[in-house]
Nanobody, 126 residues
Framework: VQLQASGGGLVQAGGSLRLSCVGS????????MGWFRQAPGKEREFVAA????????VYADALKGRFTISRDRTKTTVYLQMNSLKAEDTAVYYC????????????????????WGQGTQVTVSS
């Protein structure tokens, strides 16, 4: 599975961005998908995840209510809608694909994902 993330950019605090992650490959629709982010000097952190069938979503507690993950009907594209952006949301955002065997409690763990995209930079100016 190959993943291509896009949609990052520069936005003012309070603004919105929508990130996209397109999966290619014969079985790209059959994976759980996650978004992670990494700010300079910090470890990669979980943002949101969605089950392969779109039926279950999970979010980092601090981001609930501002970020929404979804996937299209073909299940090959995953979106991350980010609203009310803050300067601390500045980071490189990565999408990832993981096996459907992952249990719910592990969806926020990077090691649950086997395939990673290249990342897209999000910069929020204050």
């Amino acid at each position: 599975v190959q993943l291509q993330a896009s949609g990052g950019g520069l936005v003012q605090a309070g603004g919105s961005l929508r990130l996209s992650c397109v999966g290619s490959g014969r079985t790209s629709s059959g994976y759980n998908m996650g978004w992670f982010r990494q700010a300079p000097g910090k470890e990669r952190e979980f943002v949101a995840a969605i089950r392969w069938n779109g039926g279950t979503t999970v979010y980092a507690d601090a981001l609930k209510g501002r970020f929404t993950i979804s996937r299209d009907r073909t299940k090959t594209t995953v979106y991350l809608q980010m609203n009310s952006l803050k300067a601390e949301d500045t980071a490189v955002y990565y999408c990832a694909a993981g096996t459907t065997r992952t249990i719910y409690s592990m969806l926020g763990v990077p090691s649950s994902y086997e395939h990673w995209g290249q990342g897209t930079q999000v910069t929020v100016s204050s």
